[in-house]
């Protein structure tokens, strides 16, 4: 599963200490920044099943940053719901 995340990261020193923080506290994660993006992307991936939102956003704030999931959006197809 992936869940990605909206971040205010601007640097890529601090975007690298989280990541590093991410991989060591959660050792099934696979994580990423994209800073380039106007929401600053964070993404996770797990390789056992869900990502825990929770625990990810309690981690980048100890580090004092935001982090907040960013829902899917899937457009409905002709009406279909």
Same mark, same amino acid.
């Given at each position: 599963?992936?869940? &990605?995340?909206? =971040? @205010? &990261?601007? #640097?890529?020193?601090?975007? @690298?200490?989280?990541?590093?923080?991410?991989?060591?506290?959660? $050792?099934?994660? $696979?994580? @990423?920044?994209?800073? #380039? #993006?106007?929401?600053?992307?964070?993404?996770?991936?797990?390789? $056992?099943?869900?990502?825990?939102?929770?625990?990810?956003?309690?981690? &980048?704030?100890?580090?004092?940053? =935001? %982090?907040? &999931?960013?829902?899917?959006?899937?457009?409905? %197809?002709?009406?279909?719901?």
């Amino acid at each position: 599963m992936v869940e &990605v995340f909206k =971040t @205010n &990261v601007r #640097d890529a020193r601090h975007a @690298n200490r989280l990541l590093d923080l991410i991989h060591q506290t959660f $050792t099934q994660y $696979t994580a @990423n920044f994209d800073l #380039d #993006d106007c929401d600053r992307i964070l993404r996770i991936h797990s390789s $056992t099943g869900l990502v825990e939102p929770g625990f990810v956003i309690s981690l &980048v704030q100890d580090f004092g940053f =935001t %982090a907040e &999931v960013l829902p899917d959006d899937f457009p409905l %197809a002709h009406g279909i719901f």
